[in-house]
């Protein structure tokens, strides 16, 4: 077969492509080739073949010989790779795709062994025969043979596809071994590579389920060998074409594409399934082993990042106790964005140099643990700056409210958006850009919480609103109702209640202006209307309470029976006189007053229409308190009732009685003739006092003193002038005696003789000391 060089010219059918680049990137446009291949609905009807192995090793000679394939092949003068990535090609005249993949051990790649690692085991998992191609001499090395690269490679695919391959899909290893010269024979470099292959299976780290497995379980074996084919050309060709024939020839008994090998993709899918294995492989980590590079790369760039975290964490530090203290700081987002972008800036500076992908990777490192230490202070400003806003909040409540004529709901939305205001500015401020923090969820526990404050301050508002009218309605109703129940009448519910209605209607009226601008909902206002209404109804009852108690009721049914009884019909007090019918006016006084203690005793107007009704369900929690409206029209119970009419009797009678006797005191004046006695056994004596001039002088000066004492209006003074004199004599005689038993007390003491008689004595002494007595006696002696 003729060697085909990749830069002549291609049909379409053994045109190549390139699936994986050197940037280990999968093409998109595989589908497409296998459909200009001819391939895609041949369904199983196809196979897939790679080749493994170092670099410049024939590989992509034998592909091309053994399928007729036109991947590129090296120069015979310059020992340099030609493979880069993983190429595909259809065989010539058929259905297998054959994938030359980049050599291993190579020379261009230094130490990154990244990429053979991943194209070995995409190979591995994705071709049904796997070509393993090696020089003679390199059977029996460890590395040469790349036995440590195919133990990575066996270990990762157990790992990743070790139980899907269980199922179906083992692999055939064909090993061809190049440059047999023929010393060795074949069977004994078999039994090397078999040992060898069976070693390092023993050694791999199996999953636990697969850990009985064996290397048999999922690969098939087969080796062969070719003659040097610069030094016996002839048999080297020869030698190919016959494993061609094992590729080709499906009657021949040594065939080597079992349907055992076959995957079980469709054609069609091929492209996406191999696309998959690729992605499976790039993301697996334990292929990805640091070269010196990049351990060099993760040393520096750790001690970079260090050094960058230990200044900020300095910085952060200043800012965390202000911040948990529940301060607000000013321009945090700005200090945490210095420090952030210092930090960061000193890692690119001095890390930059490094390995690319662990430079990133640490970087990466780097901003999470600075945004996990900012997101705390973060978090720390917003709730701060929510605390701060809501008692602003109320604090612009609360002056919002002061005074009368405020407005409730626009004072509320001010302060509602100046809270979200100062909130989301502070917020704003506080953020740092390339960070995923999020402000706007506190911003709506705000609201939620600002809208109950406002809720309750509304409720608050009404509640006072109600008891300023409750106190307004008390003021107004006071005075009349007082007048109206002091003057009992049949019509006095009549005025009382209406007085009453007027001044509710009054009343709801000013709610009802007021509620307008506290946005309060139709059943808030039901539900205040009838608290309203039931508030100034115990406001009445309280005040008719007061003026239906027992003393102030009996004075009210006095003065009526007074005014009955004791008043003729223009309104002059009378004097009783014998022949009046004192009987027959207090009977009817007093009957007239005992009908008022029905009237009192219940709310009930003559006019029906003025009955005030008050439904007892209707809900109030502005007040609480135990409340019947039936029980509250009536004002005094028939036992009060009784009470009353008993009390008022005695004082009833009492007036009679004082009636009769102001008649009986007229009746029992001294009788005319007792003054001609009183002239007839008094001549004597007022002759004498006429006729004696001593005695006529003092009675002159009598009667003349007399007449000036009372002209002067001198009664007065003189009967208190007289009454002082009277005292102070009376004290100063006390004090004399007193004076005098002093002396006697202190007297020499007297004979034994004299004992009896004095101890009798001072037995009666001591009947006029008392203990204060002694005491002063004791002071005036010292
Ligand atoms: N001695 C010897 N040389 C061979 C044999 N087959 C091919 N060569 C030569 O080896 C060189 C490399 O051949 P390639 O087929 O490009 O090798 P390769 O393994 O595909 O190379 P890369 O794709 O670069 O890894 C070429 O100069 C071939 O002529 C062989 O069986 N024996």
Redesign the pocket.
Known sequence: MAEVNGHASQSASTERIQIVDDEKTFTSELTGQIERWGLRDSGFNYNIVAVF????????????RLFGTT??????TR?????KGIWMCRGRDMGVMVM?V??TD?RERGEDQDFERKSALFSLASSEVLIV?MWEHQVGLYQGANMSLLKTVFEVNLGLFGKKQMDGGRTLLLFVI??HIGQTPLANLQATLVADLNRIWDTLSKPDDLKDRKLSDYFDLAFTA?P????VPEK?ELAVLSLRKRFTDKSNPDYLFKSAYHKRIPADGVAFYMQNIWEQVQSNKDLDLPTQQELLAQFRCDEISAGALAEFNEQAKSQKRPVESGRVVEGLGELMKNWRTRALTRYDRDASRYHKGVYTRKRADLVSVIDSTLSPLFLGQLKNLHKLAVVAFKQDLLNGLKGDNYDFAEVVTKATKKCEETFSTGAKEALVEGTDWNWEDELEVIKEEIRGVADQCRKDETKKMINQIERNVKKIISEPVEIQLSKPSSEMWDSVLTTFKETLAKAEATYLAKAKSFNCTEQENVTSLAALRKRSWIVLRNKIEEQTADQVLLGKLRAHFEEQFRYDDQGVPRVWKPEDDIDGAFKKAKEETLELVPLYSRIKPLDSSLEFVLEDDASDDLANEEFEFSSSLVVLSETKCLDLINKFRRDADAYYVEAKRSTVSSIAQIPYWMYGVLVVLGWNEAMAVLFNPLYFTFLLFGVATAYMIIQLGLTGPLLQVTKSVAGEVQKQATQKLREVLTADAAAPQPTQTDRTSTSRQSSRQSSYFDEDSEIELKERVQ
């Open positions: 192995g170092s670099q410049s090793t024939g590989k992509s000679t034998l592909l091309n991947f590129d092949v090296m120069d015979e020992r340099q790779q030609t493979t030359d980049e050599g190579g191609n190049r440059d070719l040097h084919k610069i030094l080297f």
